[in-house]
């Protein structure tokens, strides 16, 4: 890779910007400040320009001046990524790219069950289009309202439907994206098999735009369910949770399309800091089971469905207590407080986050070791790992004691990242399940990773991105 460069000159800054047009080309520094913080302000980025390009010509323009005069670029979408990827380091010398206005639908197929979206889009739109043809676009996020499609497959989003329906790379059949030369790859093939070559696609889904730019994707779309149920739960351990959650794959296959757990305390934190809110179980649990059940028939197929899978937790003795949402609007609510478990820690003060996966059969050994290494490492601290049960994918957060000075216990991030992730190695796990490498943990790759898929990895840039421009410092 080549060394550092300098800031852009003003020429030069002139040149990017002529591209996009004067008012797509943001120098001042109230105008660039939203695209330069990671919204959990863990990194603060410096840039002297962003651009906002809105054509995919403007794109591979903007990307060939760059390879030819060796200035780096970071891409952005939503700018809602959790491990730096989206954000410039702190040197002034790297320009913003952000894909905010390429934000058509250009096509939807519902005979196909596919559509064809900009990287712009904000997922919540996919959503809404896919609805007004009477189909589904599964991928569900927390930050669904302000992430666009672009980010969400460079980083191979997961959410809380990747037990039903996969990661985002599984919802994609073709992909435009621009190389880091300039050139465009025009890969927007809406066909379900197509083994003619490499699958390219599968280079630039959750490379966090460090091999090209992804300008519009092909997405799969599936049948609406005609009737969902959502239940919380409450169970005695995370090992009569995982039981029930082998009941009821059992009992529903493919139909259930949600089982997510959630500590005692994590609820509590949401019932004291969301307004309105109320627990949904009359008995306590130390953890909480959120299940959802999607069916292709009826209301009353899926009530009958999620009954008999709670009523088999409960004859086992796994389940103590259940409530299964009696409206739309608590169904809502029941979700509310799932999606709301991130945002509430920060009313609790400092969290250190980890965001990992494991073999299902070995999370509750890694949340009694990891629980127990971490209240050893910092006296007082609050465990609070929350997550995707179904597919093995936990958040390990890790609230500050009470009372605790919040940029201290900041300050042992690393110390603490570093046992929590020894313990997800040693079980077979994974230290970056679902929000990606980033700049946070680019450090960490070499030690979970072999050194032949390291050299893979490094030639694959070297390959794609010679200039070495494109989101230069992250993942390898």
Not at 269 to 283: E, I, K, M
């Amino acid at each position: 890779m080549p060394s550092r460069p300098a800031p852009p000159s003003a020429e030069l800054i002139a040149r990017f910007a002529a591209i996009v047009g004067g008012r797509h080309a943001l120098t001042a520094a109230d105008d660039t400040r939203p695209y330069l913080i990671e919204w959990r302000d863990r990194y603060e980025g410096a840039s002297p320009l962003v651009l906002r390009p809105g054509s995919t010509a403007e794109v591979a323009a903007i990307l060939k001046l760059a390879s030819e005069t060796g200035t780096p670029i970071v891409p952005q979408g939503g700018n809602t990524g959790l491990v730096g990827g989206q954000v410039p380091d702190e040197s002034g010398t790297e320009i913003v790219l952000s894909l905010g206005r390429l934000d058509r639908i250009r096509a939807v197929d519902p005979a196909a069950s596919t559509m064809t979206a900009e990287a712009g889009v904000i997922l919540d739109r996919i959503h809404d289009a896919a609805d007004a043809v009477d189909r589904l676009f599964p991928l569900t996020l927390g930050s669904q309202g302000s992430c666009t499609i672009g980010g969400n497959l460079s980083s191979n989003a997961g959410g809380t439907a990747v037990l039903a329906y996969g990661n985002a790379r599984d919802m994609v059949l073709g992909l435009e994206v621009v190389l880091p030369t300039g050139e465009i790859v025009e890969g927007l093939r809406a066909l379900r098999k197509d083994n003619a070559g490499y699958d390219l696609k599968q280079l630039f889904l959750g490379t966090e735009g460090t091999l090209g730019v992804i300008t519009a994707a092909v997405l799969k779309l599936w049948a609406k369910p005609k009737a969902q149920e959502v239940a919380v739960a409450g169970v005695a351990t995370p090992a009569d949770a995982l039981a029930a959650l082998g009941l009821a794959k059992t009992r529903a296959g493919a139909q259930l399309t949600a089982f997510e757990i959630m500590p005692r305390r994590l609820v509590e934190f949401y019932l004291a800091h969301q307004p309105g809110s109320r627990d949904p179980l009359s008995t306590l649990a130390p953890w909480y089971l959120l299940v959802e059940v999607s069916v292709g028939t009826g209301p009353a197929e899926a009530r009958a469905l999620m009954e008999a899978v709670l009523e088999d937790g409960l004859a086992a003795g796994l389940i103590e207590d259940a409530t299964i949402a009696q409206s739309v609007a608590q169904a809502k609510d029941f979700w509310r407080m799932r999606h709301g478990m991130s945002e509430v820690q920060k009313h609790e003060g400092g969290s250190i986050k980890h965001d990992v996966s494991l073999p299902l059969s070995a999370l509750p050994d890694f949340l009694a070791r990891a629980t127990e290494a971490v209240e050893r490492l910092v006296p007082g601290c609050r465990p609070v790992p929350f997550g995707h049960l179904g597919d093995g994918n936990i958040h390990f957060n890790v609230s500050q004691p009470v009372g605790a000075d919040k940029a201290a216990f900041l300050a042992g991030w690393e110390a603490m990242n570093a046992v929590v992730h020894g313990i997800v190695t040693e079980l077979g796990g994974s230290i970056a399940a679902e929000h990606g490498v980033g700049r946070m943990k680019r450090a960490m790759l070499a030690g979970v990773r072999s050194p032949v898929e390291m050299m893979l990895m490094r030639r694959l840039k070297a390959t794609l991105d010679p200039a070495g421009i494109l989101n230069p410092g992250k993942v390898v």
